[in-house]
């Protein structure tokens, strides 16, 4: 059983950094492709970031502010983000991606095999 938990979200004003952390346990997903979405109140799950076999991969919207890497040996996914935006608030999840891969559809919720239950990102004034 694979099980993923994020931390590091918190409530922050715009233009501020927040990082996120993203552990697993129960199976070894240090080559797992492994990706952050978020979603907020009333809108589908957005991609936002993943990291697979050195390569990244993000959404128009937060390149150039955010970062996501990889500790394989302590099989944990970050998502640095920095000059956040009001808008960017949302549940941000943590995600896995199993074999057969997302592929090309790797930005597709649907293809991720398992989710953790989310950190909360507020940005407001």
């Known amino acids: 059983q694979v099980q993923l938990v994020e931390s590091g979200g918190g409530l922050v004003q715009p233009g501020d950094s927040l990082r996120l952390s993203c552990a697993a346990s129960g199976r070894t997903l240090r080559n797992y492709p492994m990706a952050w979405f978020r979603q907020a109140p009333g809108t589908e799950r957005e991609f936002v970031a993943r990291?697979?076999?050195?390569?990244?991969y993000y959404s128009d919207s937060v390149k150039g502010r955010f970062t996501i890497s990889r500790d394989d040996a302590k099989v944990m996914v970050f998502l640095q983000m920095t000059n956040l935006k009001a808008e960017e608030t949302a549940l941000y999840f943590c995600a896995a991606d199993a074999p057969p891969y997302s592929g090309n559809h790797y930005f597709d919720a649907e293809y991720y095999d398992w989710w953790g239950q989310g950190t909360q990102v507020t940005a407001t004034l």
């Open positions: 990291i697979s076999w050195g390569n990244t």
